[in-house]
């Protein structure tokens, strides 16, 4: 199939990538020129294990191209997926602007019928919005289906080429039949297409991320439960995960949530929730539980070191929102630095990855070390905030010499508290037994 993607980043390159390697003709579009002519020359400006590899392949067998042109995309593909980004206002609604200026030029540039998929994560009804905008814009027919992704930063290529499950939203067969065509190579192994009307698939989507952000919350608050009442979450979690109407995923508890989906989709969907009248109370506890959870570091290392941090330097073990990623949007690590620092202590950071994004949001604010050793020189304790699998094991003793105080705060329970502390470090992880 002739294929065109409007937005070419995480969701976008993953969505296009993976479309090109079972054999469609695709065209990714953006906006953003250094992007499309870095993708030109195979290199990928987003960090996605495995990405490159099939970009290049798809680049070397011609079935893959870049363009700024989505007039160029449009008029040569028969599916358009729009796949641009949807942040957050300030008042808590999805910024819809990026995918009305791609839906316009669309519109503008189609030459016959096109099938248009809302890929992006919208707020409910806007499979209505899109159409509409459209409308404006062109003579000719189009349906618009909803297609949210499921896919997850770090894991995109396998989620994407061997998703749980495809959700296609339209009322109509035949453009769900091209739809499942279209995906008929990823689900081979027998996962389902699910076939629903496009407001039952658009809230599919923010209902999955808000119950997943809802588990992490209250594995957050009973955390916090433990650390008062001398429980270890740790044990509660397996007692809870081997239970098979739980299940084990999303159950670790930690800094809070970040990213770019959960939290601006839970707020969208309290958005669309409040303008009808139907208070979301579930989602919106986990919401408050997440924003009290990202400032608990802080209030940890506090408890230990005392209010006024001057003199006092942290190491910081991974930026990024979780590991495998280089994607900083609403990481924990931003409300840390920024508590830290407000608090008038000094950092020193390591990221395999996300140096280059965390520089662009934290600026000078604190110092970028080259390996995960440097950060911690001259530091008072080291903070684990990513649990990146370099920072798992690492030499325990090397650690303690090179730290001023052997102070740990493990904001994911990487480490084995019992070891930490017999090799004389002070250990805090998150809701586990001191
Ligand atoms: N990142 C994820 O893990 C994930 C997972 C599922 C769903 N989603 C959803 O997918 C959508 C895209 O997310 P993302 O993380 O890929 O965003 P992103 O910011 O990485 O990529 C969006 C791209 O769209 C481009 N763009 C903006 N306006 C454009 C236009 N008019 N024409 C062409 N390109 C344009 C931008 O330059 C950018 O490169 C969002 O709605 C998001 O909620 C994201």
Same mark, same amino acid.
């Given at each position: 199939?002739?294929?065109?993607?409007?937005?070419?980043?995480?969701?976008?390159?993953?969505?296009?990538?993976?479309?090109?390697? $079972?054999?469609? @003709?695709?065209?990714?579009?953006?906006?953003?020129?250094?992007?499309?002519?870095?993708?030109? +020359?195979?290199?990928?400006?987003?960090?996605?294990?495995?990405?490159?590899?099939?970009?290049?392949?798809?680049?070397? @067998?011609?079935?893959?191209? =870049?363009?700024?042109? $989505?007039?160029?995309?449009?008029?040569?593909?028969?599916?358009?997926?729009?796949?641009? /980004?949807?942040?957050?206002?300030?008042?808590?609604?999805?910024?819809?602007?990026?995918?009305?200026?791609?839906?316009?030029? !669309?519109?503008?540039?189609?030459?016959?019928?096109?099938?248009?998929?809302?890929?992006?994560?919208?707020?409910?009804?806007?499979? *209505?919005?899109?159409?509409?905008?459209?409308?404006?814009?062109?003579?000719?027919?189009?349906?618009?289906?909803?297609?949210?992704?499921?896919?997850?930063?770090?894991?995109?290529?396998?989620?994407?080429?061997?998703?749980?499950? !495809?959700?296609?939203? #339209?009322?109509?067969?035949?453009?769900?039949?091209?739809?499942?065509?279209?995906?008929?190579?990823?689900?081979?192994?027998?996962?389902?297409?699910?076939?629903?009307?496009?407001?039952?698939?658009?809230?599919?989507?923010?209902?999955?991320?808000?119950?997943?952000?809802?588990?992490?919350?209250? %594995?957050?608050?009973?955390?916090?439960?433990?650390?008062? !009442?001398?429980?270890?979450?740790?044990?509660?979690? *397996?007692? %809870?995960?081997?239970?098979?109407?739980? /299940?084990?995923?999303?159950?670790?508890?930690?800094? /809070?949530?970040?990213?770019?989906?959960?939290?601006?989709?839970?707020?969208?969907?309290?958005?669309?929730?409040?303008?009808?009248?139907?208070?979301?109370?579930?989602?919106?506890?986990?919401?408050?539980?997440?924003?009290?959870?990202?400032?608990?570091?802080?209030?940890?290392? @506090?408890?230990?070191?005392?209010?006024?941090?001057?003199?006092?330097? =942290?190491?910081?073990?991974?930026?990024?929102?979780?590991?495998? #990623?280089?994607?900083?949007?609403?990481?924990?690590?931003? #409300?840390? !630095?920024? /508590?830290?620092?407000?608090?008038?202590?000094?950092?020193?950071?390591?990221?395999?990855?996300?140096?280059?994004?965390?520089?662009?949001?934290?600026?000078?604010?604190?110092?970028?070390?080259?390996?995960?050793?440097?950060?911690?020189?001259?530091?008072?304790?080291?903070?684990?905030?990513?649990?990146?699998?370099?920072? *798992?094991?690492?030499?325990?003793? @090397?650690?303690? +010499? $090179?730290?001023?105080?052997?102070?740990?705060?493990?904001? +994911?329970?990487?480490?084995?508290? *019992?070891?930490?502390?017999?090799?004389? =470090?002070?250990?805090?992880?998150?809701? +586990?037994?001191?």
């Amino acid at each position: 199939m002739k294929i065109a993607v409007i937005g070419s980043g995480y969701v976008g390159l993953v969505a296009g990538a993976c479309f090109a390697d $079972t054999g469609n @003709q695709v065209i990714c579009v953006d906006v953003d020129r250094k992007k499309v002519d870095a993708l030109k +020359r195979a290199e990928i400006p987003i960090y996605e294990p495995g990405l490159e590899t099939l970009v290049r392949r798809g680049t070397a @067998q011609g079935r893959i191209h =870049f363009t700024t042109s $989505t007039a160029e995309a449009t008029a040569a593909s028969e599916i358009i997926f729009m796949a641009v /980004g949807t942040p957050t206002l300030p008042n808590g609604d999805s910024d819809l602007s990026f995918l009305k200026a791609a839906s316009e030029e !669309v519109a503008r540039s189609m030459n016959g019928y096109k099938i248009i998929v809302n890929k992006s994560t919208v707020p409910i009804g806007s499979h *209505r919005v899109v159409a509409d905008w459209m409308a404006l814009h062109t003579k000719h027919l189009f349906d618009v289906v909803s297609n949210p992704e499921f896919l997850k930063e770090g894991s995109a290529l396998d989620d994407f080429l061997k998703p749980d499950r !495809v959700v296609i939203g #339209t009322t109509k067969e035949e453009v769900y039949n091209k739809m499942a065509d279209l995906y008929a190579p990823f689900v081979r192994q027998g996962n389902p297409i699910l076939w629903m009307d496009p407001v039952s698939a658009e809230i599919t989507k923010y209902a999955c991320n808000s119950f997943l952000a809802a588990r992490i919350s209250f %594995m957050n608050e009973l955390a916090l439960l433990c650390e008062k !009442v001398g429980g270890d979450i740790e044990h509660i979690r *397996r007692g %809870m995960s081997t239970d098979t109407r739980i /299940g084990k995923h999303f159950l670790y508890a930690g800094l /809070g949530y970040g990213g770019s989906c959960f939290p601006k989709d839970i707020k969208a969907m309290l958005a669309t929730a409040r303008q009808q009248g139907v208070p979301l109370e579930v989602v919106a506890a986990a919401e408050a539980a997440n924003v009290r959870q990202k400032q608990h570091m802080v209030t940890k290392v @506090q408890n230990h070191f005392g209010r006024n941090l001057e003199g006092h330097t =942290f190491a910081l073990w991974g930026l990024a929102f979780k590991p495998n #990623t280089d994607d900083m949007r609403e990481a924990p690590s931003i #409300t840390i !630095v920024q /508590g830290l620092t407000e608090a008038k202590a000094k950092i020193r950071a390591f990221d395999p990855v996300a140096m280059e994004n965390a520089k662009s949001i934290l600026g000078n604010k604190i110092t970028y070390c080259n390996s995960a050793f440097e950060a911690l020189e001259g530091a008072d304790a080291l903070l684990l905030i990513t649990e990146w699998n370099e920072f *798992r094991h690492p030499d325990f003793l @090397q650690v303690k +010499r $090179t730290l001023k105080n052997p102070v740990i705060f493990d904001g +994911r329970n990487t480490f084995n508290p *019992r070891e930490i502390r017999e090799l004389g =470090f002070t250990y805090y992880g998150i809701g +586990r037994k001191v």
